[in-house]
């Protein structure tokens, strides 16, 4: 698409070298090309151009071209389709399978949802006349772009993460600086060169910066002509966001991360749930936000459930990420597989017994590998039952019933998501204990353009997608006139 050089996109100029760092093929280790490492110099001129954008064009006031140029957006990244997908199972190492779905198709398709979302929004609302305080006034409420957003995505799901803050904030009239992640700079890079080359979005209005350095990052969250940060990452790095938009008071937006339960009722049907809680642990090397990590299902059914699940596991595997029948590919780095290494050898320390997997699969000697891992036998509150590992590691728990089972789902500094399997009735009133920010009952999809998906607790702050997703991005006036 670009040769072996990525550019950054700034001012409307694609803008190459001279500093640059490597981007790798996961499945193999192998480098792809390379990417333009901005320097904070360049991030300084993305701001700016933003600024400039936001605050002396047309842009934000003209919401009918903004729906034309999200529109573009969308056809040339469909026309493109075929060139990301490659691109995206390459640098993130996703299973093609979910390229027909989350990881790039949905993304694409959910800015045609937004365009139609912004032609049709009621920007402002006639409240009518009243007389507060003896002062006859027409009043109206009016909505209004936040400003210049500084939005900051990591790897696991690029083309969704990056798609999903500027496509709302575009339709909402915002400009903005997307930091992308350091591990998928090439994914940034195509939007750049597809914006820059195929759609009428003013120069400025879009600026891409990828970089080896998270400082990057750091700078775009404290500078003071950044309106609202839109952050998604993990919760440690929330934290330090929302901190460091503090000096200057940024609405600030994140989507962070979790530790999802799947619970299991005891009327539902064992072996089918067992098989979707591994299929979902597993998927993309369990690198998701969402996925549910920890299994909790019937005490009496603990070990049954185990080997259930395990079998599923095994049968799943890892794969090549380019063949459509993979679910479980690469994790992304070495440094994410070590990460993941090191609490493998904790769940050890803690008790856990490897139902299966436990290690690295045989046989991958190239790029980032962790085998399926289903661990049993650990206390409910140790570490590896309660943080967020990034990887395909479940834990399975046993409860005691409907109670015991929204007690622990919910004893989680998390409230990303969750699962419920059961007879319908009894696994709707589960769903709705749970305190989570979406649930997925008796296999239920809750991932589409117009639902609204988002963090309780340390899991985030604010909504992406639907409507809400796209009200984050805006702005609320309140304006009276006498009227004499
Ligand atoms: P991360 O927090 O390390 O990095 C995310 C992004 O933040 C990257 O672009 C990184 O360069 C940048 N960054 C790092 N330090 C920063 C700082 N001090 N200031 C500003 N930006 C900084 O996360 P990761 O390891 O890349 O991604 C995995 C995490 O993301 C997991 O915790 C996962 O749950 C979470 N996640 C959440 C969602 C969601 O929608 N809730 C979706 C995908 C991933």
Redesign the pocket.
Known sequence: MFGDLSPLLIGGELVYGPRRFGTLDPATGDTLGEATDAAPADLDHAIAAARHAFDSTPWATDPAFRVRCLRQLHDALTRHAEELRELTIAEAGAPRFLTHGAQLDAPVADLAWIADLAEDYLWEHDLGRAAPMGVTSERRVVREPAGVVGA??????PHQ?NLAKLGPALAAGCTLVL????DTPWCAAALALLIREETDLPPGVVNIVTGAD?AL??RL?ADPRVDLLSF????A?GR??MS?AAGTVKKVFL????KSAFVVLDDADLAAACGYAAFAAVTHAGQG?AITTRLLVPRDRYAEAADLTAATMRKLGTGDPRDERTVCGPVISARQRDRVEAYLRLAAEEGGEFVTGGGRPEGRDRGFWIEPTLVAGLAPGSRTATE?I?GPVLVILPHDGDDDAVRLANDSPYG?SGAVHGSPERARAVARRLRTGTVSVNGGIWYSADMP?G?YKQ??IGR?MGVAGFEEYLETKAIAEGVR
């Open positions: 900051i995505t990591p790897w696991n799901f993460l930091k992308a992640a350091p998270h990052g750091a969250c998604t990452g993990s919760t790095t330090t966001v460091a989507e962070l991360g979790g936000c967020e990034f990303l998906f963090g899991s985030g992406e």
